[in-house]
């Protein structure tokens, strides 16, 4: 019986790793974040639409003073890529939350800034299987910070 190739091997087996390598480094594409998700732990639930607007209900945000509430909201959202990991953008325009005022230079008029949250994007692989995609938003204040983990239903 003769024996494969030692060499043969060893290039078979990286050939196989830049495959994994290559299918675990897919982006997040829009439509996949359309639908509900929830967070069984802390009871949230966001529906986000295809016109790019999305409701939630019993959302946990981080206000200005360090604390955190929950809240029913609306507003529009997008995904981006910052620093080579993605993001999903929650910009809140109901309810009016507390926030920052800034004047605008365009109408020299004063204006509040819209509540915005990010949850961070991630999938698990699994032995070169993709797990789905899931979201997490960082809740607290530094140091004493909670991951409020979402899956799609």
């Known amino acids: ?14 050939f196989m790793l830049i495959l994994f390598l290559i299918s675990a480094c897919k982006e997040p594409y829009r439509e996949y974040f359309i639908g509900k998700w929830t967070s069984s732990d ?34 529009i959202w997008r995904v981006f890529k910052f620093n080579n990991a993605f993001r999903l953008e929650l910009i809140f325009y109901e309810p ?37 995609w899931y979201c997490y938003q960082v809740i607290g204040n530094e140091g004493n910070e909670k991951r409020l983990v979402f899956k799609k239903d």
């Open 42 to 75: 802390y009871e949230t639930e966001l529906y986000i639409k295809s016109d790019s607007s999305f409701i939630a209900k019993n959302f946990i945000i981080n206000t200005v003073d360090d604390k955190t509430k929950r809240i029913d909201g609306k507003g």
């Open 96 to 132: 009016e939350i507390e926030c920052n005022i800034y004047f605008d230079h365009r109408d020299n008029t004063y204006k509040k800034q819209l509540h915005g949250e990010e949850l961070f994007i991630e999938r698990q692989v699994f032995f070169g299987l993709n797990k789905p």
């Open 1 to 14: 019986m003769k024996q494969d190739n030692p060499l043969v091997i060893i290039y078979a087996l990286c």
